[in-house]
């Protein structure tokens, strides 16, 4: 495959976009996905949202739409219900296929995070990889019944290398995978409680363990290393920043924090900003850039935040160029500023950045 250029579209937050926003132009892949809590697709009953989704086809006809599966918010136990008996998995695959050719869509994300750091079975990953086995399976005796195009199977897994040795048996899964998004972001958060860039390209100088191993360049280097083709690989970049609210007047790298940073105007979450929503705060804040990762943060009263821009999309996707990586994967193109208006960087600045120094 290769030179890949997933987009992801959260419908999280859809609600500020709308799909007709969407440039079908920018990007190889686009994934639908949602928060539903169930492994039972009967009840993923979003007809409408998913024709006027992979509608988006019709005006670029090279378009292909992935339906994204999981996430946060499946719980544990149903990963296991899914994967675990062959039983269960032929009942899950075979609505799968179902599914993705009666609503149009050209594949599936699998977003297996699981287990949890407490919860770590060893089995759970060899079921990872034999759900990924048979889905595969399934796809190309599915082409081979209809004279159409294979299905795809992609996944979206974690950055943090120490997860994913729990989650994923990385070599033997690899190769029923057509693309895999590492998620390099979310890197850093409350939990460190002190400032930090949650999605940098490099290890910061003053970084000690585990902290070193949590960047862009160490995470594709060593799914690459256990033995996953390079052009496979997509990193993930956000388009979005992480904010906190600090304890002291200090605003340096390695602050303490008093917690999350304050919701956005529009997203109203605590401690995560849009990038339409960093634009207008960087007006009479304070802009700094870490050399050693890459990345900006900026402050404005007890507000930090870390997030990414035109320049650091253009810095990452030069260095998934140079060392030949398949592409990038953006998450999500809803909080990119979709129609200009906060940014004044025409619309969808990140993404048409990521897609002009890839060249998909
Ligand atoms: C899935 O959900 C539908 C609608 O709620 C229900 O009729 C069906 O029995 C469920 N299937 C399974 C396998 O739980
Ligand atoms: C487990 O999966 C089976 C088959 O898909 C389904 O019938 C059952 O309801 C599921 N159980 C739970 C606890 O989700
Ligand atoms: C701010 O915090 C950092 C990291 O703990 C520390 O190295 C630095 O000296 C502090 N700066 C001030 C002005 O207190
Ligand atoms: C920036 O500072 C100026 C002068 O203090 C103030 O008038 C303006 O409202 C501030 N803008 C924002 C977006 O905070």
């Known amino acids: 495959m290769g030179k890949g250029l997933l987009l992801t579209v959260s419908l999280v937050f859809l609600q500020y976009a709308s799909l007709e926003n969407i440039d079908p132009y920018l990007c190889t892949h686009l994934v639908y996905t949602n928060s539903r809590d169930s492994e039972n697709l009967t009840e993923w009953n979003d007809d409408d949202m998913y024709r006027r989704f992979n509608d988006l086809k019709r005006k670029n006809k090279k378009l ?19 994967s675990s008996t062959l039983k269960n ?31 770590s079975h060893a089995k759970y990953k060899q079921y990872f990889t034999l759900l990924s086995k048979e889905l595969m399976r399934a796809f190309t005796t599915e082409a081979l019944c209809s004279g159409k195009d294979r299905l795809l199977l992609t ?16 070599s033997e899964v690899s190769q029923y995978l057509d693309f895999i998004s590492v998620m ?56 979005f920043g992480i904010s906190f609210t600090l304890k002291t007047s200090n605003t340096s790298l390695f602050a303490p924090i008093a917690g999350k940073g304050d919701p956005g105007p529009n997203t109203q979450k ?89 060249g998909v």
């Open 64 to 82: 292909k739409t992935l339906l994204g599966f999981g996430g946060w918010n499946n719980r544990g136990s149903r990963y296991v219900n899914i």
């Open 89 to 119: 998995r032929k009942a899950f695959i075979k609505s799968v296929v179902h599914f993705l050719k009666r609503h149009k869509f050209d594949g599936l994300d699998l977003d297996w995070r699981f287990p949890r750091r407490e919860n």
């Open 155 to 170: 996944a979206a897994v974690t950055a943090n290398i120490f997860l994913a040795n729990l989650r994923y048996e990385i």
């Open 184 to 239: 390099s972001f979310n890197l850093r958060g409350v939990w460190d409680g002190f400032t930090g860039h949650h999605s940098p390209l490099f290890v910061g100088s003053k970084e000690h363990l585990p902290l070193m191993r949590f960047n862009i360049n160490f995470a594709l280097k060593y799914w690459r290393d256990q033995g996953t083709p390079k052009v496979k690989l997509l990193a993930g970049i956000p388009t």
């Open 270 to 358: 605590s401690g995560i900003l849009a990038y339409y929503e960093v634009c207008p705060f960087l007006k009479n804040a304070t802009l700094e850039y870490i050399e050693d990762q890459k990345v900006r943060y900026a402050f404005k009263g007890n507000q930090w935040v870390a997030f990414d821009d035109r320049e650091s999309f253009k810095t990452k996707a030069q260095w998934v160029k140079r060392n030949r990586f398949g592409g990038a994967m953006l998450w999500a193109l809803d909080l990119d500023d979709y129609n200009g208006t906060y940014c004044n960087e025409g619309s969808f600045p990140l993404a048409n950045t990521l897609k002009t120094t890839l």
